[in-house]
């Protein structure tokens, strides 16, 4: 796939985003009720990752509010290997009981991580603020390049999983 390619406009990498979590949806609603608990993802099953994607969604919407005032986005004061800890807080937080629940949960948070982008001029999503995270510059556009990216590798994920 080429997921967050060089010379992609922001609106086509929004675009493409919104494609692979519509696809991302598609293939977990095909996952039987009955295996949607069942871990295939380390411990995490399909509802754990599902709240992931909240969780992440409710994060990137607060770091473009972080990346436009010039400072850091908070969340990367938390990183270790793999953002585990980090990625397990998120799914504690934000994983609702229910499926109809998470669905509903993760449609409202891609949305508005969605409009939040959508709202902004183009240019200030690669604009270089001058941020920097261990000697690398970060801007709202590799924020979403790499919510892209982690999308397809999730999506990929669950169709191997729904085809067992």
């Given at each position: 796939m080429s997921e967050g390619r060089a010379?992609?406009?922001?609106?086509?990498?929004?675009?493409?985003l919104a494609a692979v979590r519509g696809a991302l949806l598609e293939a977990a609603d095909g996952v039987a009720p009955e295996r949607r608990r069942e871990p295939f993802l380390g411990a995490w099953d399909l509802m754990d990752l599902l709240a992931h994607l909240i969780g992440w969604d409710r994060t990137n919407v607060e770091a473009i509010d972080d990346f436009l005032a010039g400072r850091l986005p908070a969340f990367y004061d938390a990183y270790d290997p793999g953002?585990?800890?980090?990625?397990?807080?998120?799914?504690?937080?934000?994983r609702p009981e229910g499926w109809e629940a998470l669905l509903a949960a993760l449609?409202?948070?891609?949305?508005?991580?969605?409009?939040?982008?959508?709202?902004l001029p183009a240019a200030e999503i690669d604009r270089d603020r001058g941020i920097v995270w261990r000697g690398r510059k970060v801007t709202i556009g590799g924020l979403l390049r790499a919510a892209l990216r982690d999308e397809a590798e999730h999506l990929e994920q669950v169709r191997r999983f729904a085809r067992i």
């Open positions: 010379g992609a406009s922001p609106q086509e990498t929004i675009a493409r953002w585990a800890s980090f990625n397990a807080a998120l799914v504690a937080r934000h449609r409202q948070s891609q949305a508005a991580f969605e409009a939040r982008l959508r709202a």
